[in-house]
Each structure stands twice: as structure tokens, then as C-alpha cells.
């Protein structure tokens, strides 16, 4: 089991760099198709304050924060968001994925972009989920003796 580390600073470091980290994925899964990032790294970024918080204030302070149904959920939204962001167009025929024949209110060039995050975020929620949940599950286990 996880325990809460005694140190003042390590707490006040984790309760500092939690919320500015994720800030900062919100920033990379955001400007993602215009820079280095996307889904994938503000998924692993945002994962990470997570495993900060448990690391640094306990696993009963990450149990507050999630639980395992809601990362279930999370991660299962994030692959129906991908899914359902490619299949839309093919609703009217285009292929998959075509982000411009998405049934947006705004022309295709827009469409695109919002095609792009919508994608990138089903993805970034998918990856935050899952590393989360690997990381319940692995520190759930009994210590070897």
C-alpha cells in the first residue's frame, strides 16, 4: 500500500505541481495539431499528477480524486468519442475520419480543427484512464515477502 510521505515539502510541492501540470496537459492536448503534443502526451501528463498525488499524499488522497469505475468509463467515453468522431462522416458518405464532412455549423476548414481535438481528446482520455488504472491495479497488489 501507498502510504502519505511525512515531508512538508513534498507535500507542498505535490499540492503546488498538481493543478499547474495540469494546466499545462489542458495546454498540449489543446494545441496539439499545431505543435509538439497532442492526445497521447496530455494524456500521460495529466495520468502523471495523478500518480504525484498518490505518491506524494497517499493512495487514500488518489482514491478521493478517481476511482476505478469512473477511469472504466473514462477510457471506455474516450474510444466512443474516437469512434464516433470517424464514423459521423461516413454518415454521409465521406470516410473515415474525414473531419471536413463532420456535421459541425461551420465550414469544413473549421471542421477540421474541431475534428482534430475532438479525436485527440478521445484519446488523451483514454490514455489518462488507463495509465491510472494500471497504476490502482498494480499498487492494489500485496507486497512479496
Known sequence: MIERDDSPVVTAFVRFLAPTVQLFGLYVLVHGHESPGGGFQAGVILAATYLALALGLGRETLDRHVSEPACLALASGGVALYVLTGVLPMLDGAPFLDYSALPLPVDPVRARYFGI?????????????????????????????
Open 117 to 145: 481535438l475532438l479525436v485527440e481528446t478521445g484519446v488523451g482520455l483514454t490514455v489518462a484512464a488507463t495509465i491510472v488504472l494500471i497504476f490502482c491495479r498494480l499498487a492494489d497488489r500485496a507486497r512479496p515477502s
